[in-house]
């Protein structure tokens, strides 16, 4: 497989992120005395994710996942392997390269309110990203507002509100708007519908996946659920205990699942 480059998949679009043997070890100790503890959440992990589609990465709790989108992000240091954004390994480019990047991917995460300040307003929170990425100049901020509410299926008024005044399925709302402000090509999805009720849960995949096809974004949509998973994905990756252990269409791995693990998670939806 080509490095850093972009190349054609079988049939498919081309590669937009390529992650090739990924590592993160935590090493652990109790205290002075104990012995330490080697935690591998990621495993030299290799996968790429092609543009448009929807790459699903599921797994139970503290495989590895989230570890992933943040490597992704750089938000968090690899140990080894290479992350290749549009031929870029984002790994080793300088800060001021990555900022630059980083108006291309953006992340939605489970309970959007923690990283949305109380005090600030629904539109100064939507009114950042649009600043500091200079996606609009200034005179044309509020009509921008206005335009990513209705994209996400709020109401212009909601940007005098503040996030304690929003449902929970209006919140995740506000914290797509704000993923999707600076126009990404790329947006990691982790666990962004696990925290709400199941009937909302079915609005933001929606949601999720009319924005996708109207704004031409690729997701990796991070799950520990199938259910939703298979409502969402073109192709799935297994993760179990920091590795990948299989990875496929969608259709293709829930007919025919291979991993032990996958056969497992295939049972809870029957
Ligand atoms: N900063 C850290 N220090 C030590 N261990 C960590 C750290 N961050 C994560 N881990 C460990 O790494 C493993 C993977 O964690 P991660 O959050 O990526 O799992 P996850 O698959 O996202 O789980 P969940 O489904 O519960 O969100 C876990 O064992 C976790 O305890
Ligand atoms: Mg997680």
Redesign the pocket.
Known sequence: MSKGTIRKGDGMNQILLEVENLSKH?T?RKDLLSPKTV?K?VDHISFSVYEGETLGLI?????????IGELILRLNKRDTGKICFLGQDIAAIKEIEMRKLRKDMQIVFQQSQETLDPKAAIGELLAAPLRLHRIVPEDEIEGEVVRLLNLVGLQPQDQHKHTYQLSGGQKQRVGIARAIASRPKFVICD?PVSALDVSVQGQILNLLKSLKQELGLTYLFIS?DLKVIQHICDRIAVMYKGKIVEIGSAAELIQNPKHEYTKKLMQDLL
Do not use: D, F, N
Request: hydrophobic fraction near 20%; glycine fraction near 20%; include cysteine.
């Open positions: 935590y652990l935690i959440a797994g139970e709790s503290g495989c590895g996942k989230t570890t666990e520990h």
